[in-house]
C-alpha cells in the first residue's frame, strides 16, 4: 500500500471559516473545538465581527471570506463550512471559487427538514436575530418563504451577549432565551413539527430546547455531522 500525498493538513475533512469574536464558546458551540467528534481545521475571517455579519449584511466581506475558503482548501480540508447561518447570502459564491462542497448555513437543513414531517407539519426557525434574517438569506438557503421564524431578540442574555461581542456569558440565562423563544414560536404555531436553530451558538441549548417543546431540533451540529459522514465515510471491516 502506498500512501499520498498533495496536502499540508491531514484527518480535518471539514474547513470552518469563523468570525472573529471574544464571546465565550462553551462546549457545543462550533467555535469550540471540543463540541466535535472529528477533528475540524478553523480558519478566522479578520474583520467579520459578528454585528457586522448578522446585523449589517455582511457587506464587503465576500472577497474575505472566499479568500479564506480558498486558503483551507490548499490546506487540505475537502468542504467548507461557516460559523454564521447569516453567511447564507455567500453560499453560491464561495462555492463557485472554492471547487469543493460548501454548507455555509444551518438554514439548508430546513428543506430536508421539512420533507421527513408528516403532512401539516413543518419546520420553524429559530434565530438570534428575527429583524434583520431577510428573505434573501432564506431564499440562498433554499427556506420556504412562509416558514415560521421565532428570535432570542426578546431575551435579556443570548443575542446581546453574542452580538454584542461580550467578554462573559450567562450560560443559564442565554438557556433561557432560547427555550423561551422556541416555547413562543410553538405557541404562535401550532403546525410546527420540527425546529431549525439559524445561530451557531445555539447548539449548546438544543436538548434543552428539544425536552422544552417536544420538538425535533437540528443544528449547524447534525447538519456539519452528516456533512463529515459524507466527506469521509465511515470504513467498516468485513464480517
Same mark, same amino acid.
Given at each position: 500500500?502506498?500512501?499520498?500525498?498533495?496536502?499540508?493538513?491531514?484527518?480535518?475533512?471539514?474547513?470552518?471559516?469563523? +468570525?472573529?469574536?471574544?464571546?465565550?464558546?462553551?462546549?457545543?458551540?462550533?467555535?469550540?473545538?471540543?463540541?466535535?467528534?472529528?477533528?475540524?481545521?478553523?480558519?478566522?475571517?479578520?474583520?467579520?465581527?459578528?454585528?457586522?455579519?448578522?446585523?449589517?449584511?455582511?457587506?464587503?466581506?465576500?472577497?474575505?471570506?472566499?479568500?479564506?475558503?480558498?486558503?483551507?482548501?490548499?490546506?487540505?480540508?475537502?468542504?467548507?463550512?461557516?460559523?454564521?447561518?447569516? +453567511?447564507?447570502?455567500?453560499?453560491?459564491?464561495?462555492?463557485?471559487?472554492?471547487?469543493?462542497?460548501?454548507?455555509?448555513?444551518? +438554514?439548508?437543513?430546513?428543506?430536508?427538514?421539512?420533507?421527513?414531517?408528516?403532512?401539516?407539519?413543518?419546520?420553524?426557525?429559530?434565530?438570534?436575530?428575527?429583524?434583520?434574517?431577510?428573505?434573501?438569506?432564506?431564499?440562498?438557503?433554499?427556506?420556504?418563504?412562509?416558514?415560521?421564524?421565532?428570535?432570542?431578540?426578546?431575551?435579556?442574555?443570548?443575542?446581546?451577549?453574542? +452580538?454584542?461581542?461580550?467578554?462573559?456569558?450567562?450560560?443559564?440565562?442565554?438557556?433561557?432565551?432560547?427555550?423561551?423563544?422556541?416555547?413562543?414560536?410553538?405557541?404562535?404555531?401550532?403546525?410546527?413539527?420540527?425546529?431549525?436553530?439559524?445561530?451557531?451558538?445555539?447548539?449548546?441549548?438544543?436538548?434543552?430546547?428539544?425536552?422544552?417543546?417536544?420538538?425535533?431540533?437540528?443544528?449547524?451540529?447534525?447538519?456539519?455531522?452528516?456533512?463529515?459522514?459524507?466527506?469521509?465515510?465511515?470504513?467498516?471491516?468485513?464480517?
Amino acid at each position: 500500500m502506498k500512501a499520498q500525498g498533495g496536502k499540508a493538513v491531514y484527518g480535518a475533512s471539514v474547513g470552518i471559516l469563523m +468570525l472573529e469574536a471574544q464571546f465565550p464558546r462553551i462546549p457545543g458551540d462550533m467555535g469550540n473545538a471540543l463540541s466535535w467528534d472529528f477533528p475540524v481545521h478553523y480558519k478566522i475571517v479578520r474583520g467579520a465581527s459578528p454585528d457586522l455579519v448578522v446585523r449589517q449584511g455582511a457587506t464587503g466581506l465576500l472577497p474575505e471570506f472566499i479568500t479564506a475558503a480558498q486558503e483551507l482548501v490548499a490546506d487540505g480540508v475537502d468542504g467548507i463550512t461557516t460559523n454564521c447561518g447569516f +453567511l447564507s447570502v455567500f453560499q453560491t459564491d464561495i462555492a463557485a471559487a472554492v471547487g469543493v462542497p460548501v454548507a455555509t448555513s444551518s +438554514l439548508m437543513q430546513v428543506g430536508m427538514v421539512n420533507a421527513l414531517l408528516p403532512p401539516g407539519k413543518r419546520a420553524g426557525i429559530l434565530t438570534i436575530s428575527g429583524s434583520t434574517l431577510t428573505p434573501a438569506h432564506l431564499e440562498a438557503a433554499n427556506v420556504p418563504a412562509d416558514t415560521p421564524i421565532g428570535s432570542t431578540e426578546g431575551g435579556t442574555e443570548f443575542t446581546r451577549a453574542i +452580538l454584542g461581542n461580550e467578554l462573559e456569558l450567562d450560560v443559564e440565562a442565554a438557556c433561557h432565551d432560547n427555550v423561551q423563544a422556541a416555547l413562543d414560536l410553538q405557541a404562535w404555531h401550532p403546525d410546527l413539527g420540527a425546529l431549525v436553530l439559524e445561530c451557531t451558538n445555539m447548539v449548546p441549548y438544543a436538548r434543552a430546547i428539544r425536552a422544552a417543546t417536544g420538538l425535533p431540533t437540528f443544528s449547524i451540529h447534525s447538519f456539519v455531522s452528516w456533512f463529515q459522514a459524507g466527506l469521509t465515510p465511515r470504513g467498516f471491516d468485513p464480517m
